[in-house]
């Protein structure tokens, strides 16, 4: 069973406008997420990640937001540029146990 | 250092056959980490090391499969008797943990991609 679910298997913006991926999971244990964008035929980038102890953490274009309640979280990068585009995966992990826990990735394109 | 490096980045062998895959990780983490990703898929954890010992097997790695970090820095992932559905790309990631640290975060490296005809 996926525990963490990305519905969204690609999205398309406007060069300038805002980019919003969502993640959804549904192990309550898991107090550590992380969003790595990848290119193809290369490794996962890590780019942001966020503490459960936390809502919101941001590094420049970067923010993600997450909802404990409804076990939600979000990236959202603004402005987009078209060096942006790529797979965006949500990973997760529980407490002492490092290992991640992967969605299935959203292809984001931004266009010029 | 330029991060995780990975070792061959592209195998294509014959079913049968077996393949080894090699990961440097970043020269001060203790922590190494192996993952598969399929087409269409997230990646998946294998197996874990922290220094030189194999700390956690997942049960996608069966017993054809082995890993080793021999002195604690570079690993390599084996797979005997190589099988079709055993393509994919095979993902290496480090980390730095210490028992003071809330979180760690895994740095990974470029993957090898195998095919196995």
């Known amino acids: 069973d996926q525990q963490v679910k990305q519905n969204s298997p690609s999205l398309s913006v406007q060069e300038g406008r805002i980019s919003i991926l969502n993640c959804d999971y549904t192990n309550s244990m898991f107090d550590y997420f992380l969003w790595y964008k990848k290119y193809p035929a290369e490794g996962p980038t890590f780019l942001i990640s966020i503490s459960s102890i936390k809502d919101k953490n941001e590094d420049g274009r970067f923010t993600v937001f997450l909802n404990k309640s409804a076990k939600h979280l979000s990236l959202h990068i603004v402005p987009s540029q078209p060096g942006d585009s790529a797979v965006y995966f949500c990973a997760a992990s529980e407490g002492s146990n490092y290992k991640l826990t992967f969605g299935k990735g959203t292809l984001l394109t931004v266009n010029p | 250092d330029t991060g995780v490096s990975q070792d061959p980045r592209h195998k294509i062998t014959k079913r049968g056959q077996n393949v080894t895959f090699r990961c440097d990780p970043i020269?001060?983490?203790?922590?190494l980490y192996w993952y598969r990703q399929t087409l269409g898929q997230g990646p998946e954890f294998l197996t874990y090391f922290q220094n030189e010992a194999q700390l956690e097997k997942s049960r996608l790695l069966s017993d054809r499969f082995s890993a080793e970090r021999p002195k604690g820095s570079f690993s390599t992932l084996e797979i005997q008797r190589t099988e079709q559905g055993d393509s994919a790309m095979y993902l290496c990631?480090?980390?730095?943990?210490?028992?003071?640290?809330?979180?760690?975060?895994?740095?990974f490296g470029p993957g090898t991609r195998l095919l196995v005809l």
């Open positions: 020269s001060e983490h203790n922590r």
């Open positions: 990631a480090s980390s730095l943990w210490s028992s003071g640290r809330a979180v760690e975060t895994q740095y």
